[in-house]
Nanobody, 118 residues
């Protein structure tokens, strides 16, 4: 059994910052990659950022220069530092992890709400 537990969402004014965390627990051999998706009302879920076990990162264009993804492999935890937040960043943010080994597959967190007021 594998679980992803997220924390750090909330309400912030435009221009503010939030930091999301996601910790994976359970039967884990390796995770590659880990990342964050988001889904705004009436829109499809989109990839925000992802990071490999080696530290390579990927960002959607709209967050480049504002968001930073990082991970602690020893703790099976991924972080998303979000700066200069905009109202259009408002969404439910989901942690994602692709596991290798005996529990091979894609796993998702329960989602955390991020609301940016103008």
């Amino acid at each position: 059994q594998v679980q992803l537990v997220e924390s750090g969402g909330g309400l912030v004014q435009a221009g503010g910052s939030l930091r999301l965390s996601c910790a994976a627990s359970g039967s884990i051999f390796s995770i590659n990659p880990m990342g964050w998706y988001r889904q705004a009302p009436g829109k499809q879920r989109e990839l925000v950022a992802a990071v490999t076990s080696g530290g390579s990162t990927q960002y959607t264009n709209s967050v480049k220069g504002r968001f930073t993804i990082s991970r602690d492999n020893a703790k099976n935890t991924v972080y998303l530092q979000m700066n200069s937040l905009k109202p259009e960043d408002t969404a439910v943010y989901y942690c994602y992890a692709h596991l290798n080994g005996p529990t091979f597959g894609d796993y998702w967190g329960q989602g955390t709400q991020v609301t940016v007021s103008s």
